[in-house]
């Protein structure tokens, strides 16, 4: 970790997120009623893709159709995060990844991809996983089979039109689990797997650092895949104190894609 302490850290990133702290937009997948974003209705103008086609999803035989966590058995852990939110604090949190040598997976928001598409490019050229989270993150296990396949081709046609492919992961909005009918329209569009998680780190509801850093920690273990969001300052806050925790434990941060491999 470096010869940079978790109290340095966690000044320097207070200071870079406190504008954000009043602002956060709200990606907690668990609240109702967001409403549509005026963005996914917007023409979207053509965007240069990345130099070479991104990674596309994979098939794990050993895995079911919703993964929630990966194999016990190697010191390996997926911390994601929900794409939405300031692109500045989505930029700041995974430079403190990557100076820790961790490597995160981000379900993007189609709609946060139309008004910031560079943010697709510094995911993948950071070496992260990047998948869909949906068009507009709204509740999609309780929409009609043709709403629920737009919000996941929506995502997917932004995604393919950025980065040359449809991302590596799918995940349902506003839910943990998605139900059988979003299981069956992802596999459709191309995603063999639906992820979810086994810590819910709970930061969305802004319970502050400590508090989030208190619920990963209590329960990441190996192969636990871990839910937490761009956009939030106490995510910001939380981070450098739980890679920290992470290289004392010997777990190592990874992409989903490894810790499944």
Not at 18 to 31: P, Q, R, S, V, Y
């Amino acid at each position: 970790m470096g010869q940079v302490t978790t109290t340095d850290r966690r000044s320097a990133l207070r200071a870079s997120a406190g504008f954000a702290a009043a602002g956060a937009l709200g990606t907690g997948c668990t609240a109702a009623g967001a409403a549509a974003h005026p963005a996914a209705t917007r023409p979207h103008p053509p965007h240069k893709p990345l130099a070479a086609p991104a990674p596309t999803p994979r098939r794990f035989a050993a895995q079911p159709v919703e993964i929630a966590h990966g194999p016990r058995t190697r010191p390996l852990v997926a911390l994601t995060f929900h794409g939405q939110g300031d692109p500045a604090i989505a930029r700041t949190l995974l430079s403190e990844a990557e100076k820790a040598g961790a490597r995160v997976t981000v379900l993007a928001v189609g709609s946060w991809l139309d008004e910031h598409p560079d943010v697709a490019r510094r995911i993948l050229d950071g070496g992260h996983d990047l998948g869909n989270h949906t068009l507009r993150h709204l509740d999609i296990n309780a929409m009609s089979e043709a709403d629920a396949d737009a919000e996941i081709r929506g995502c997917a046609e932004r995604l393919r039109r950025l980065t040359g492919s449809i991302g590596t992961w799918f995940r349902p909005s506003r839910t943990p689990r998605a139900s059988p009918l979003v299981e069956r329209l992802a596999g459709r569009v191309g995603y063999p797997h639906v992820l979810s998680y086994d810590v819910d780190s709970l930061d969305f509801t802004s319970p502050g650092a400590p508090a989030v850093t208190r619920k990963v920690i209590g329960e990441i273990r190996n192969g636990s895949v871990v839910s937490l969001h761009f956009g939030y300052a106490d995510t910001v806050a939380a981070l450098p104190a739980v890679l920290e925790e992470l290289d004392r434990r010997g777990l190592r941060a990874v992409t989903t894609t490894e810790l499944l491999s």
